[in-house]
């Protein structure tokens, strides 16, 4: 399987507790993308990443959120001290990048989070 | 930002052909149009993308006027398999992509 994959695909935490989510893009693709999804509603765009570099963050991106992409290959969202507001399918994708407007993202099956 | 908007549901029949319109008044020249169908507790999927005109693919059509304020995404002969989520989005830059909450497609046997 070439498409995007991310690992855990559920987790299931207690509130406070940090969680770490693991994203590998299609292996060509420069750029890393995050959404958080919750019921009924469309995914929210959280972070972008081209490379190493993270160059973009939304504001629904607390302080208790971090996005790395240490090699500019796979990349991981942390989430600290989680709060039940938090539960969301979080959802990876990744593009080749080029001319804008133009860059297909393509997204991973996503990691179901629950906080009890 | 370019936002967009759509129905919130469609019911169609098996076999019949469906038409989700979007409409997207503050689309900037650069922008492109893309459709992505989501499945429950699935990544959403790439469907379709243009610009202007009509683009065809093996699953789908996408219409775009002349004035390209509105895209319409036609679903040729739907089965049951196509009931899903269908979003349309618009964006010179794939870093402000806004979903919305999307059509939900539900296809009767």
């Known amino acids: 399987d070439t498409g995007v994959s991310q690992d855990p695909r559920h987790k299931i935490t207690k509130r406070g507790q940090n969680v770490t989510f693991r994203c590998d893009p299609i292996s060509e693709h420069n750029r890393l993308y995050w959404y958080r999804q919750t019921l009924g509603q469309g995914p929210e765009f959280l972070t972008y990443f081209q490379n190493e570099a993270q160059l973009e963050k939304s504001r629904l991106l607390s302080d208790r959120f971090s996005a790395e992409r240490p090699k500019g290959s796979f990349s991981t969202l942390e989430i600290q001290r989680t709060e039940q507001g938090d539960s969301a399918m979080y959802l990876c994708?990744?593009?080749?990048?080029?001319?804008?407007?133009?860059?297909?993202?393509?997204f991973g099956p996503g990691t179901r989070l629950t906080v009890l | 930002l370019a936002k967009t908007t759509q129905p919130i549901s469609m019911d169609s029949y098996e076999g019949q052909e469906v038409n989700i319109t979007c409409s997207h008044n503050n689309i900037a020249t650069n922008d492109y149009i893309t459709w992505y169908q989501q499945f429950p507790s699935q990544g959403p999927r790439f469907i379709i993308q243009g610009y202007k005109t009509k683009v065809t693919n093996e699953v789908a059509s996408l219409f775009i006027p002349a004035d390209r304020k509105s895209s319409t995404l036609s679903l040729p002969r739907v089965s049951l398999s196509d009931t899903a989520v269908y979003y349309c989005l618009v964006g010179l830059n794939f870093n402000k992509f806004y979903f919305g909450s999307g059509t939900k497609l539900n296809v009767k046997p």
């Open positions: 994708a990744s593009s080749r990048g080029g001319l804008a407007g133009r860059d297909t993202q393509y």
